[in-house]
């Protein structure tokens, strides 16, 4: 391969690796759960749904990678049916958003068998092709109700006893399901089917030659990605009670890349802090319109050009440094 | 079987299978001699247009100029693209260049759409290529039967200066061994600096053939490069012939799946594009 | 946490002092929020102009002298419901508004009445066609102001109906608006002996209709009819003149056509064309000095219906609200039905118990170039269709509220 491989990082003294790991979730733990008490708690929630998508296509190109172009889909179909189920089923929270996470896990599968097939350009190319074909098919299936989305999901209560229409008690329960997400990340990333994704990232045909079948980890890794990042847009559905187009967009797509960009590709952190930047930004900025198109595309080349470590990615590199 | 509306639908799709064919022309050359995966094409063919737009209303030079001039000045944009930022890239893994161009897609756009809001603008089809014919089935706008031959002649002279003159030799012996190319004396940086300029002018020409069809706006790339991502996969990513083939192939058939069975006109080219990962993964045309 | 209660308990039992047992208006501001496209292809139709209507109107009520402090702010919903009801969430949790007016755009608005409803607050709706306000959807907390899809059919279609155009095939955009516009053109065009021969769906901010045109043109209708509007209408005349459509024998039917179109157009192409309109500047005396004012605030651009209904509608509300003093949103909404309507652009009218402004509807036909006497000079008057006919009978509706 030409030169650093995207997603690199490397991995030094690992008890000092497991106290940086406890303190930096100890830090990003508190800001959580005191963040209701200074900001809007809505806000505060869908932070949360894309900080979840993000670490959720972390574990794609970080850990696998594989640059997926097409995540929209997943996190899109996740939100759609989770709305169905809440608004048309009328199942309760929890069970919608199980079907929103389902059905991702499906479509994971399927459109993981087609583009597994590719790597690298290729596999970026397939998976926003397919997207693409997705958000066509969104676009015309009466279920999603097309220009109009599907509106006004009600957001019920947790397991009977909970009114999620309280904001601060959604905000609890979207922290809850990405406590859930994240620390189940963290299992498959030190865990020896994490160990054997980083072999194949690193060089897929020693991978192969010690006997591993590379495909299927692949595919598993690419399922699991696409399963959470369903997971995620299934809660943001409550969360905003609705679902529509631009969840299965393309620039939704390209948004969480730069998110997980920006915050640190490969770094377990780094997703939550970039999601945290960008959708900040988009809030905060909205009235400005289109300067927040121009500012994500201007962060994007810088990160490309001068940046490539993520904010998280260069601080983890600053820290190790003083180690010395 | 209504063959009127038949007709009329598959000379539709000729004409959109012009734009699918010239664009992924330009992305081919592209990504076949430089290994660029080009996102920002979209937006250089909306820049295109738009340039157009401004001779016109700014500088009162029509149609036939802008056609002349426009490649050149998106090319120099191009250019300057390459040597700033793309150069630096070549040594890292080829998805940084796709995160690049995506970025700059992403700053064109929105600057067009701070400018310009998104509602279009518009560009009269010139004078000498106004009025229709009649071809019995359908009338026919001149300009549009002149898309389709202009587009043609200019994708076959492309095929051909790449793949039958000297200069297409060299370029091709440059991707393939940039080092023993340049021990022979040739300057193979300012060689892919002015290919990349010339995909990019390529996609610039092929927005000013837009103008007047499709209103100048700033969305107008970004919905039709990812259409003209699956052709280049379709045809094999690299090859100009599959490019040409491929793209006004699938105008066609995108035409006759209007006529038969509307609802799957806009995924059609998506589920080719999955059958062709299937059952030949390197593409129609492709080599591997 | 606690310091803040305590602050705020002393604020409201001072304000609770001051006014009195009933009168309070919220933050000591009645906050209107202009919610529409301001980029895109209705930016022409509402956007700026619409600020500038409900500005205009604030001025006029002179609401300082009344009492009242009134703010006028706005947001861009880019045509999207999700946008369009995080807009109005922020608005109305973070930032105080009371009322949000204008939402061109059927899908947007049908969003936020929802989040309005659920909220208590105002919801005036001077750009959205989808008669399902003020049907199926009707709430407590809507005005539907300047015209919807049912009073659109039962002007322009009936009235080409009855000239011969018996056979119709419809280019409809695809979202709630499109749908809604189809159905009761529809209706209309069965009820009075036509047939419709097809359609087709086309998505928002299309560019390009040729396709479609063939479509229809292969159909052999005698009318298209163009249930989309603003950019997506202009684009269809000036391709199908461009596939001689027209020149085929064939009409065009433009159910939903604003000026600011004509203008973007041309009388060229655009000639007999017939539409409806519930506003023209040129009607009379009070709406041409109205629209001259306008006219200088808003960049020489002559005000559309939906402007001019933003403009209406913001003065009955503020006269509402200073009526009971309160900007409770149900209680304003009630109040706005009680009194009854008179500005100088819709002249007299009411409200009805289902949100749906009453006001006269005019049939137009767009001039001839040689007919035009200068800039925005575009429209004969064809017929009155008296307020009493113009809308859709109160039984008919579906809506909840109506006993």
């Known amino acids: 391969m030409t030169g650093q491989q995207i997603g690199d990082h490397q991995a030094h003294d690992p008890s000092w690796e497991r106290r940086y790991e406890r303190g930096a979730f100890a830090v990003l733990f508190l800001a959580f759960v005191l963040m209701p008490a200074f900001i809007y708690p809505r806000f505060g929630s869908q932070l949360l749904c894309f900080a979840m998508f993000a670490c959720a296509f972390n574990l794609l190109i970080g850990f696998g990678g594989l640059l997926s172009f097409g995540h929209a889909m997943f996190f899109g179909m996740g939100s759609y049916l989770c709305a169905h189920a809440a608004k048309v089923w009328g199942l309760p929270v929890e069970l919608a958003i199980v079907t929103g996470a389902a059905t991702s896990l499906a479509l994971g599968v399927l459109t993981g068998m087609l583009a597994i097939r590719r790597q690298g350009i290729y596999f970026a190319m397939i998976t926003l092709a397919l997207a693409q074909m997705l958000y066509f098919f969104c676009l015309q299936a009466p279920f999603t109700g097309g220009e109009d989305g599907i509106q006004s999901v009600k957001r019920g209560r947790l397991l009977g006893l909970v009114d999620l229409n309280n904001e601060v008690a959604m905000y609890y329960f979207a922290f809850a399901v990405f406590l859930a997400a994240f620390g189940l990340i963290h299992r498959i990333i030190h865990s020896p089917f994490g160990q054997v994704l980083k072999a194949i990232r690193e060089n897929e045909p020693r991978a192969i030659s010690l006997g591993y079948d590379t495909e299927r980890y692949k595919l598993a890794a690419f399922v699991l990605s696409a399963t959470l990042a369903g997971l995620a847009g299934a809660t943001k559905a409550i969360v905003a009670q609705n679902a529509s187009l631009t969840d299965v967009h393309w620039s939704m797509s390209g948004e969480v890349v730069l998110m997980t960009l920006l915050g640190g590709m490969g770094t377990v952190f780094g997703p939550v802090v970039g999601a945290l930047v960008i959708i900040s930004m988009q809030f905060y900025l909205a009235e400005l319109g289109s300067w927040v198109t121009i500012t994500q595309g201007i962060i994007f080349v810088v990160c490309v050009l001068a940046f490539r470590r993520g904010i998280v990615g260069e601080i983890e590199a600053w820290l190790r440094g003083r180690r010395k | 079987m209504n063959t009127q509306a038949l007709f009329g639908q598959l000379l539709i799709g000729l004409i959109n299978g012009s734009f699918y064919a010239l664009l992924s022309l330009g992305l081919a050359v592209i990504f076949g001699l430089l290994n660029i995966i080009n996102f920002t094409h979209g937006a250089q063919y909306m820049v295109g247009a738009f340039v157009a737009y401004f001779l016109l209303n700014k500088a009162g030079l029509g149609y036939w100029w802008a056609l002349l001039i426009t490649p050149f000045i998106v090319g120099a944009v191009g250019v300057v693209i390459e040597r700033l930022m793309l150069s630096r890239l070549y040594k890292l893994d080829h998805l940084y260049g796709l995160l690049l161009t995506f970025g700059l897609a992403l700053i064109f756009e929105g600057a067009f759409h701070h400018q310009f809001g998104s509602a279009g603008l518009p560009y009269s089809i010139p004078e000498s290529l106004q009025g229709v014919q009649n071809l019995g089935f359908m009338y026919l706008p001149n300009y549009r039967a002149w898309v389709i031959v202009a587009s043609l002649a200019i994708c076959i002279t492309t095929w051909f200066v790449i793949e039958r003159t000297k200069l297409g030799a060299y370029l091709r012996a440059a991707t393939e061994n940039p080092t023993l190319v340049q021990a022979f004396g040739v300057n193979v940086p300012r060689m892919i600096t002015l290919t990349y300029g010339a995909g990019v002018g390529l996609a610039a020409l092929a927005g000013v053939f837009a103008a007047p069809i499709y209103q100048v706006s700033p969305q107008m790339g970004s919905s039709l490069i990812i259409v003209v991502f699956a052709v280049v996969v379709i045809g094999g990513m690299g090859s100009i012939m599959g490019s040409i083939v491929t793209g006004f192939g699938l105008g066609v058939i995108e035409g006759l799946t209007k006529y038969f069975y509307p609802q799957a006109s806009s995924t059609v080219i998506f589920v080719i594009m999955a059958i062709v990962l299937m059952i030949r993964p390197q593409g129609l045309f492709g080599q591997r | ?403």
Not at chain 3, 42 to 71: H, I, P
Not at chain 3, 239 to 247: D, L, M, N, P, W
Not at chain 3, 353 to 365: C, P, Q, T
């Open chain 3, 1 to 403: 946490m606690t310091f803040k209660l305590k602050t705020l308990a002393a604020a409201a039992a001072l304000a609770f002092a001051a006014g009195g047992a009933h009168a309070q208006i919220s933050g000591g501001v009645v906050k209107i929020g202009i919610l529409n496209d301001q980029s895109s292809l209705y930016a022409d139709l509402g956007g700026q102009g619409s600020v500038t209507a409900a500005k205009m109107a604030v001025e006029d009520f002179k609401a300082k002298d009344k009492g009242l402090n009134v703010e006028v702010i706005f947001a861009d919903h880019q045509n999207k419901p999700d946008v369009g009801t995080q807009i109005a969430n922020k608005w109305i949790d973070n930032e105080g508004v009371d009322v949000i007016v204008d939402t061109p755009n059927s899908g947007v608005a049908l969003a936020v009445n929802e989040v309005v409803r659920t909220k208590g607050k105002v919801f005036i709706n001077s750009g959205a066609a989808s008669s399902d306000l003020t049907g199926a959807k009707c709430s407590p907390n809507t005005v539907h102001w300047t015209y919807d899809t049912w009073m659109l059919a039962n002007g322009t279609g009936k009235a080409i109906v009855k000239t011969g155009g018996d056979t119709w095939f419809f280019i409809t955009a695809d979202y709630a608006f499109g749908h809604a516009l189809e159905r009761d053109t529809k209706a209309v065009v069965e009820k009075n002996g036509g047939k419709v021969l097809g359609d087709v769906k086309v998505p928002l901010n299309n560019q390009d209709f040729s396709s479609f045109l063939l479509q229809a043109q292969a159909s052999k209708a005698k009318i298209i009819g163009l249930a989309n509007a603003g950019g997506d209408t202009i684009n269809s005349i000036k391709q199908a003149s461009e596939f001689g459509i027209v020149k085929g024998g064939q009409n065009l039917a433009g159910l939903l056509v604003f000026l600011s179109d004509v203008h973007g157009i041309g009388l060229d192409k655009a000639q007999g064309l017939i539409l409806t309109e519930t506003f023209y500047w040129d009607l009379n005396d009070s709406t041409r000095a109205w629209s001259k004012r306008f006219a200088a605030a808003n960049g020489g651009k002559y005000p559309t219906m939906v402007q001019a209904g933003v403009y209406a509608g913001v003065l009955h509300y503020l006269k509402a609200v200073a009526a009971i003093k309160s900007d409770d949103g149900t209680k304003v909404v009630a109040e706005m039905k009680k009194l009854p309507t008179d500005d100088p652009l819709f002249g007299k009218g009411t409200i009805r118990e289902d949100g749906r402004k009453i006001h006269n509807a005019y049939l137009f036909e767009v001039k001839k170039p040689s007919e035009s006497k200068g800039p925005y000079d575009y429209y004969k008057l064809r017929a009155t269709i008296p307020a009493a006919e113009a809308f859709r009978p109160l039984k008919d509706g579906g809506c909840s509220l109506v006993k």
